[in-house]
């Protein structure tokens, strides 16, 4: 490989892999000489690469995990899968998380070629995010339930109920999962001993006293199928195909899939039950609320109260208005 710049980066994709290679592995991989080997390895380590000497017969080197973030090389597809994701993280409301991935994405279309420049203004300039959060996501709570989960580490926080109740609680994490638009943490309750589930947004003053635990023996199934199984979610089921219903929901958070070609099921957190009645009734197709029974009560309440409204209705003939229904 004569170019020295290509050669290097063929280097450094090849050690990215984690492995340990010996040295002369790694010359025959590069068609190149042991002392040319060693010459490209001293560039990789004064750019910032942690590659470290193996012992041995041969000798050999692995690519460390370092202290400092050193350049990275990325394929044009990587390199717009970064900005898409750095885009919706600005746009996520999570405090720590926006000026951090301004910044980067500052930092990125400094550096991208002309051909990358075009198609990433525009990913920006066509991208929008709608949220109905009350209150932004911490992105330290992300980090330390995080960390706490895979150290198997105890932490108690202060939460807010969907009702308004405060309550100090006592969890052991097990995953942390974006559904419907909201994050959630679905961990072991200590005090209650079963398995919860808790908006981020609604964590206060989390604390990780630095105990540890046994982990019990998860949920059946995936967390996020635990999510949509909880009370706090409407089903429903639509009697129309999912690209009619989806293009009626617009911006609602939530997940909708097919069940056939002419019927979709739709999962969403619900802030409110009244609120959730009334936008399913808007998007105006046929449905059946499959759970939970809060939503239900709901919906036939709202039902209620429009037919006693128009009934009450001065003005408004009701055998007119039978006829022309």
């Not at 280097?11 to 984690?18: F, I, P, T």
């Not at 409407?234 to 097919?258: I, W």
């Amino acid at each position: 490989m004569p170019d020295p710049s290509k050669r290097l980066l063929e280097l450094l994709s090849l050690l990215r892999d984690g492995r340990a290679w010996q040295a002369a592995e790694l010359a025959e991989a590069l068609r190149t000489s042991p002392r040319t080997l060693r010459r490209d390895i001293e560039r990789l380590r004064d750019l910032g690469y942690p590659v470290s000497s193996l012992r041995g017969p041969g000798g050999g080197y692995q690519l460390l995990a370092g202290r400092a973030m050193p350049p990275l090389v990325l394929t044009d597809d990587e390199a717009v899968a970064t900005v898409v994701g750095l885009r919706f993280a600005a746009l996520s409301r999570a405090d720590g998380a926006v000026a951090a991935a301004d910044s980067a994405l500052r930092k990125l279309g400094q550096a991208l070629p002309p051909r990358l420049r075009h198609r990433i203004e525009a990913l920006s300039a066509s991208t929008e995010a709608v949220s109905r959060v009350a209150r932004p996501l911490d992105l330290r709570t992300v980090q330390l339930l995080g960390t706490a989960a895979h150290a198997h580490q105890d932490v108690r926080f202060h939460y807010t109920s969907r009702a308004g109740r405060h309550t100090e609680r006592r969890v052991q994490p097990y995953r942390q999962v974006l559904f419907g638009g909201h994050w959630y943490l679905l961990g072991w309750d200590a005090d209650r001993q079963d398995w919860r589930t808790f908006r981020l947004d609604r964590i206060d003053r989390l604390a990780v006293p630095g105990t540890t635990f046994t982990p019990h023996e998860p949920p059946s199934g995936e967390a996020a199928g635990f999510l949509q199984g909880s009370p706090c979610h409407g089903v429903v089921r639509f009697a129309a195909p999912l690209a009619h219903v989806s293009g009626r929901l617009m911006a609602q958070a939530g997940s909708l899939e097919a069940i056939d070609d002419d019927t979709c099921r739709y999962v969403t957190s619900a802030d409110s039950w009244e609120w959730l009645a009334v936008m399913l009734a808007a998007v105006d197709v046929p449905y059946t609320i499959e759970g939970p029974p809060e939503l239900v009560a709901c919906s036939r309440r709202l039902a209620e109260r429009i037919a006693a409204a128009t009934r009450q209705s001065p003005g408004v003939d009701s055998s007119e208005s039978r006829r022309r229904s």
